[in-house]
C-alpha cells in the first residue's frame, strides 16, 4: 500500500509536506507532473513517481527545470492540468520560461511549486522565492504545515483556471520535510488528453502580442487580489483577549510566531497570510487600523512587511509597523520559536525575563563534518587527481555529492557558483592563470546544464580538463534517475543517453573512460589529458556504492583490513585518502569492516601493501 495513493477518502494519513502536495495533485486530477530532483523539494517528484502508473498519470524525471516547466507548460496550454516541482534556485533555471507563461496564462490548471531552503541546509543560497510571484505577476500560496500542503496544491488549480494563470505554491524546507497529519479526500481523475487549440495571437508571443498580453495579465492580477480577499487561506486568529498588538505573518514564520506568542503569553490578533500573493490590500489595510502595533514576522526578506508599510503608508494609518527594517527580526537564515520570541520582545519593548539558571557543562563534541560514503567512486577519483597533480592545479567544482572534494585532504574545490557552471567558469580561469585547470561535474548535472559550456569550450578553443563523475544517478537527491539512466518511472519508457557521445558531439577530440576504482590508470589519464593542448573529457564511471549495496548487482564483497604487522603508521590511508571506514586512534589505523564497502581502494592507496582482504 502507498499511503499517498492508497489512503482512502476521510481517512486521516501522515504525511510529509512533500508528499501532502503529492496526494493533493492527484486528488485535483492532475494529468502531467515534471521535476528536476533538487532538496528540498525532491519527495514531491518521487512520490508521485511511484503511483504514476497506477495513478494513469505522465510523470519525468527532466533534464532540468527549464525543460520540467516547459513540457507542463504545454500541457496546460492544451487544457489538462500539469504541476511542475523544484527547489528554490531551479526556479532561476526555469524563470525564462515563467516569467513569459504568465502573459500567455494558461487553460488547464497550472501549479509549479517551489521549496525554498532558509539557512541553506542543501543548497548555494538562501534566496527567497516570493520574489518572482511578484516578479512575474503570479498568484502565491504559501502553506504552514502538511495539512495546508494538501489543501492549497488542489486550491492552486482552482485559481489557476479560474485566472488562466500559473499559480506558485512555495514551501521552505520545515515545511516541505515536516511529517503530519492530513485528512484527505476522493482521488480524482483528471482530463489526461486534450486537443490544443491554436491561438497564435495569445501562445506566441512576438513583442506585438507580448505588449497585448501584459495589459491581460494585470487585468487577471486584479482579479485574483479580489480572490485573495475572499480567500479562507487568509485568516486571523486571536490570542486571549486581542488587543492592541496585531501580527502579521505567513508560512513556517506563522508557526514560531503562534508558539512565541502564547510562550510570552500575549494577548493578541495574527493575521494569517496563506493567499500572500497578491496581497489582501482591504484585509491588511482594516487588520492595520484595528491595531495600534503591527508585528511583522516572515523569514528571509522582508517582502510581507515592505507590502503592509505601503498600505498603511496609502492608507494614512497611524499604527506603528515593527519587522526587519527596525532590527528586531533577521534577514538571516531560518527561525525558530526562541528567535521570534526575542523578535517579538524587541518589537512590543517587552523586559527579558531574568531567568536562574545553572549553566550545564556540556562535554565538547567532536566535529563531524559531511563525508564521502565508504566504497563512493568520487573518492577514488579524487585522490588519483591529486596524485596526478601534486594538487598543483585549480579545480572548479559543481553541484552534487562530489562537492564534499572540497574538503581535506581532497580541497578540490576552488569555485562553485550554481549548475553546470564548473564547465564554463573552468573556461575563464584557464584563460587567466598558468595553472592547469580541471573542472568536475556529476552526470546528471552534466546532462542539466554542462553541455552548453562544453561546446562553448571547444567553439573558443579553451584547454582545461573536464571530468564528468558518473555514478549512473542522481545521488545527491535520493538516487532519482537522469538521461543517462537506463531505469525511470514505471509509467513510460525511457531511452538511455549516451555520455561519450554527446561530449563527441560537442566535438571533444580527447575522450576516456575510467574505472575510479582503478587507481594507477585513472593517475595516468589525467596526467595525460592535461598535456592536451585543448579541452580534453574523462568520464570516471562507477555506479554509487549505495545503489551497488543495495541491489547487490556488482557489489564488491571483498572486505579489507590493515595489518598492523605490515603498517608503518605513514597514514597515508587517512591523511591522503577519505574513507569513513577507516580510522586511526591513538596513531593505530583500522577499518571498520561493517563499514568497509570492499571496493579495495584503500588497498591501492596504501604505499607499503599494508591493507589486505579478508580472507
Known amino acids: 500500500m502507498d499511503r499517498v495513493l492508497d489512503t482512502p477518502a476521510g481517512s486521516k494519513v501522515l504525511l510529509l509536506g512533500n508528499e501532502a502536495i503529492a496526494r493533493g495533485a492527484l486528488e485535483a486530477g492532475v494529468a502531467v507532473a515534471t521535476t528536476y530532483p533538487g532538496t528540498p523539494a525532491s519527495e514531491i517528484g518521487d512520490a508521485l513517481a511511484r503511483v504514476a502508473k497506477d495513478a494513469g498519470i505522465y510523470f519525468e524525471y527532466s533534464t532540468n527545470e527549464m525543460v520540467a ?5 504545454g500541457a496546460a496550454a492544451s487544457g489538462v492540468r500539469a504541476m511542475v516541482s523544484m527547489k528554490h534556485v531551479g526556479l532561476n533555471v526555469a524563470a525564462d520560461a515563467l516569467m513569459t507563461f504568465a502573459y500567455t496564462g494558461t487553460r488547464g490548471g497550472f501549479v509549479l511549486v517551489t521549496a525554498d531552503d532558509p539557512s541553506c541546509h542543501s543548497s548555494q543560497n538562501e534566496q527567497d522565492n516570493r520574489y518572482y510571484a511578484l516578479l512575474g505577476g503570479i498568484p502565491l500560496l504559501e502553506p504552514s504545515n502538511p495539512q495546508e500542503c494538501y489543501e492549497m496544491t488542489k486550491e492552486a488549480f482552482e485559481i489557476s483556471e479560474r485566472l488562466e494563470l500559473p499559480v506558485i505554491v512555495r514551501t521552505t524546507t520545515r515545511i516541505s520535510h515536516v511529517r503530519g497529519p492530513v485528512t484527505v479526500d476522493r482521488i480524482v481523475e483528471g482530463v489526461k488528453k486534450k486537443e490544443f487549440v491554436k491561438d497564435p495571437a495569445r501562445f506566441v508571443t512576438v513583442p506585438a502580442v507580448a505588449r497585448v498580453r501584459h495589459k491581460v495579465l494585470l487585468d487577471r492580477l486584479r482579479e485574483a487580489e479580489e480572490l485573495s480577499e475572499e480567500s479562507t487561506l487568509n485568516r486571523t486568529e486571536r490570542l486571549g483577549t486581542g488587543g492592541s498588538v496585531g501580527i502579521i505573518t505567513s508560512s513556517a514564520a506563522f508557526n514560531y510566531a503562534m508558539d512565541a506568542a502564547v510562550e510570552l503569553g500575549l494577548s493578541a490578533d495574527i ?9 489582501p490590500k482591504n484585509k491588511i489595510s482594516q487588520f492595520v487600523r484595528d491595531h495600534e502595533r503591527i508585528v511583522i514576522v516572515e523569514e528571509l526578506e522582508p517582502i510581507l512587511e515592505n507590502t503592509v508599510r505601503a498600505i498603511a503608508q496609502h492608507s494614512s494609518l497611524q499604527a506603528k ?6 532590527d528586531a527580526f533577521p ?4 527561525f525558530d520559536q526562541a528567535i521570534v520570541a526575542r523578535g517579538l ?12 539558571e545553572t549553566p550545564t557543562e556540556l562535554q565538547e563534541l567532536p566535529e563531524r563534518p559531511p563525508v564521502l560514503c565508504a566504497g563512493c567512486p568520487h573518492s577514488a577519483t579524487y585522490f588519483a587527481v591529486n596524485k596526478a597533480t ?13 562537492t564534499l572534494g572540497m574538503s581535506p585532504p581532497y580541497s578540490a574545490a576552488d569555485f562553485l ?16 592563470n598558468d595553472k592547469p585547470v580541471i573542472a568536475f561535474i556529476g552526470d546528471s548535472t552534466f546532462f542539466h546544464a554542462g553541455i552548453p559550456g562544453l561546446i562553448n569550450a571547444v567553439h573558443n578553443g579553451h584547454r582545461f580538463l573536464l571530468m564528468i563523475l558518473d555514478n549512473r544517478t542522481t545521488a545527491m537527491t535520493g538516487h532519482q534517475p537522469h538521461p543517462g539512466s537506463d531505469k525511470g518511472p514505471t509509467c513510460c519508457d525511457i531511452t538511455a543517453v549516451s555520455i561519450e557521445n554527446v561530449v563527441k ?13 582503478d587507481v594507477k590508470t585513472t593517475v595516468e589519464a589525467v596526467k595525460e589529458a592535461l598535456e592536451q593542448p585543448e579541452v580534453s573529457v574523462i568520464i570516471a564511471r562507477r555506479e554509487c556504492a549505495l545503489i551497488a549495496a543495495r541491489d547487490a548487482k556488482g557489489a564488491i564483497t571483498k572486505k579489507h583490513y590493515i595489518d598492523q604487522e605490515a603498517c608503518k603508521k605513514c597514514r597515508t590511508c587517512v591523511d591522503k585518502f577519505q574513507c569513513p571506514a577507516i580510522s586511526s586512534i591513538d596513531k593505530v589505523q583500522t577499518i571498520d569492516e561493517a563499514l568497509c564497502a570492499g571496493c579495495g581502494v584503500c588497498a591501492q592507496v596504501c604505499p607499503y601493501k599494508a591493507i589486505k582482504e579478508v580472507e
Open 69 to 73: 516547466a516547459e513540457f507542463a507548460m
Open 271 to 279: 493575521l494569517k497570510l496563506g493567499f500572500s500573493h497578491p496581497a
Open 321 to 326: 509597523v515593527i519587522g526587519k527594517a527596525d
Open 331 to 334: 534577514r538571516l537564515h531560518e
Open 345 to 356: 520582545r524587541a518589537a512590543l519593548s517587552m523586559a527579558s525575563e531574568a531567568v536562574e
Open 390 to 402: 601534486n594538487k598543483k592545479a585549480l579545480f572548479a567544482s559543481d553541484i552534487g555529492c562530489y
Open 417 to 432: 557558483v550554481c549548475m553546470g557552471s564548473s564547465v564554463g567558469s573552468a573556461g575563464g580561469l584557464a584563460k587567466v
Open 505 to 517: 558531439g560537442c566535438g571533444v577530440k580527447w575522450l576516456k573512460v575510467v574505472d575510479p576504482y
